[in-house]
């Protein structure tokens, strides 16, 4: 395949170039930190000159974004990909574009699957939505071929996937943990897998949307760190307690107490 990737400089694109160099050719636009917005603008100029040039490509893969910096989550997590994707649409160029769970955060489902309903908590979430709401008005609009991919947290070894984090509560916390079992479950990605994923994804034809999550339950961690031994049980929560404490409680609070003591699961 030949394929222009647009992505964030750092380890997660130096893995996912090496990946996919071994079978595919790519041609490839780093987005650095700190923000250059003249960068974007000439990574926008440079695919509409290759397009207007005549150059072949099987799809456009676009997995720049921010994720913690809110000064910029909606240049880089709307703005720019969104005239990319314009750019793509307009030359018949497939479009693939990495997501995020964070669109449905709100939802009070156990299981959130790709038709659940939207309910973003956080500006991250929000602008992460607002690009897919414009993905699906071009599908159904223009017809355009566009595919996402809706990752759960990394699990990238750094600290600060959710996973990790609560992995490190067990370690720091395992004398008092190791006597608790928690019912509920986390969903995680881990990086290898979703490399392979997004490469499986940008083989596909026409619209297409996945979501690349594992899970595991909150006993099965505890089991792996602290070992068994528990006298204390905790049973799974009804959903009647969770609407609830919704009504006193922020929802990303609601939502890590729904994860511990009853689950969510993605897939």
């Known amino acids: 395949m030949n394929i222009l990737l647009i992505c964030n400089a750092g380890s997660f694109s130096k893995q996912l170039i090496s990946f996919f160099s071994a079978e595919n050719v790519l041609t490839v636009y780093e987005v650095t930190a700190p923000l250059d917005t003249n960068l974007l603008d000439d990574i926008v100029s440079s695919v509409e000159n290759r397009m207007v040039q005549g150059e072949s490509y099987d799809a456009l893969l676009f997995i ?9 989550m909606n240049t880089l997590n709307f703005d720019f990909p969104k005239r990319l994707l314009d750019v ?12 995020s769970l964070a669109v449905f955060s709100g939802v ?13 908590i956080d500006l991250y979430g929000k602008s992460k939505n607002d690009f897919d709401t414009y993905v699906a008005y071009l599908r159904e609009s223009e017809g355009a071929s566009i595919r996402g991919i809706y990752p ?52 596909s034809n026409g619209s297409l949307d996945v979501i690349l999550s594992n899970h595991v339950s909150l006993e099965y961690l505890l089991l792996g760190e602290v070992g068994d031994g528990w006298f204390l049980r905790i049973p799974r929560m009804p959903m009647f307690f969770f609407r609830t404490l919704s009504v006193f409680l922020p929802a990303k609070i609601e939502i890590k107490l729904r994860m511990l003591l009853r689950g969510i699961r993605y897939g």
């Open 152 to 203: 759960a947290s990394f699990y990238s070894r750094n600290g600060r996937s959710s996973l990790e984090r609560y992995l490190k509560v067990i370690n720091d916390y395992g004398f008092f943990l190791k006597r608790i079992s928690f019912p509920g479950e986390l969903s995680y990605i881990d990086r290898d897998e979703l490399i392979e994923g997004i490469l499986d994804v940008c083989k």
């Open 88 to 99: 793509s649409v307009a030359n018949g160029l497939d479009f693939v574009y990495l997501s």
């Open 64 to 72: 720049s974004g921010e994720s913690r910096n809110e000064l910029i």
């Open 108 to 120: 009070v489902d156990d299981h959130i699957g790709l038709d659940s309903p939207r309910s973003p």
